[in-house]
């Protein structure tokens, strides 16, 4: 009997990331000697938690791949790549995008790619750390004149009476007509060539299962979606699982590296000499 390899694979309790990890969790995916072991964490937990290598596999946002790039790569697959779309800066009092630098701005973690996009769009920005579950209350309640929202907050913010001041997505398409990269699933260097390809074999199954059982895949990440309806939750997973979830592409790749270029270029980030998507 061949010994199961035991992988620690980490990602955030989202709608998007449990839709990809449908096959995988519920066991319907053939993951033949390699075992996987889920650990869910918030985003800018997972960030912190690269630093010291604690998973095997994990997400992370681009924001916080420079500084790991030494010990993790990025897998070809599992992306959250924003085509015309992305992060939301919301106010409660209408705001327009020139007079941010005037306003304070409550964002989801420094490290988080949506904080690195607003610094690009917005260089003088005024901000304070804040939970993303706790941003767009604070803005309606007025605790902070606007929000950066990440995740569900995205398709909600409207109905709850909040104006929108800039989607980062379409500002970055409108600047450099590519995508903007927020996520990613990385892998830890140390294990090998041949295992880093097994997992990255085994993940894009999952990823193309859920696709192809759509539906299953979807009531099951409705359980992640913090009281999204069905109609905005398939929304949502549709928005952050796409055909650049599946593969980078050569379109992805090239908006990886122009979005941490720029970053790179305004002092934002480390620089990426070279990357490698396994």
């Not at 990025?74 to 630098?101: N, Q």
């Not at 949506?114 to 901000?127: E, G, K, M, Q």
Request: aromatic share 8%; glycine share 8%.
């Amino acid at each position: 009997m061949t010994e199961k390899r035991v992988i620690s694979l980490a990602h955030s309790p989202d709608a998007d990331d449990a839709f990809m990890f449908y096959g995988l969790a519920r066991g319907l995916v053939d993951s033949g000697d390699v075992e996987f072991v889920h650990h869910l964490e918030d985003i800018q937990s997972l960030n912190a938690n690269a630093i010291d290598e604690r998973y095997d596999v994990t997400a992370v946002s681009f924001g916080m791949y420079p500084h790991i790039a030494g010990r993790y790569a990025l897998l070809s697959s599992g992306s959250s790549i924003g085509d015309g779309y992305g992060p939301i800066v919301v106010s409660r009092e209408p705001i327009a995008p020139d007079d941010l630098p005037n306003h304070r701005v409550a964002v989801p973690g420094e490290n988080t790619s949506a904080f690195v996009s607003l610094r690009l769009f917005c260089p003088d920005l005024n901000w304070t750390v804040m939970d993303f579950n706790e941003i767009q209350e604070a803005v309606m309640d007025g605790l902070v004149p606007a929000g950066l929202l990440i995740h569900e907050g995205q398709l909600t913010y409207m109905e709850d009476g909040l104006h929108k001041v800039v989607d980062l997505g379409r500002w970055w398409k409108d600047l450099t007509g590519l995508p903007l990269p927020m996520g990613g699933n990385a892998i830890r260097r140390g294990l090998g060539e041949p295992l880093m390809k097994r997992v990255s074999t085994i993940l894009r199954e999952s990823i193309q299962y859920s696709l192809d059982h759509r539906e299953a895949a979807l009531e099951y990440a409705m359980q992640f979606g913090r009281g999204l309806d069905k109609e905005k939750a398939d929304r949502f997973v549709a928005m952050w699982v796409n055909e650049m979830t599946v593969d980078y592409g050569d379109r992805g790749r090239e908006a990886v590296r122009a979005f941490l270029s720029a970053a790179s270029d305004a002092g934002l980030l480390p620089r990426v000499e070279s990357f490698d998507f396994v």
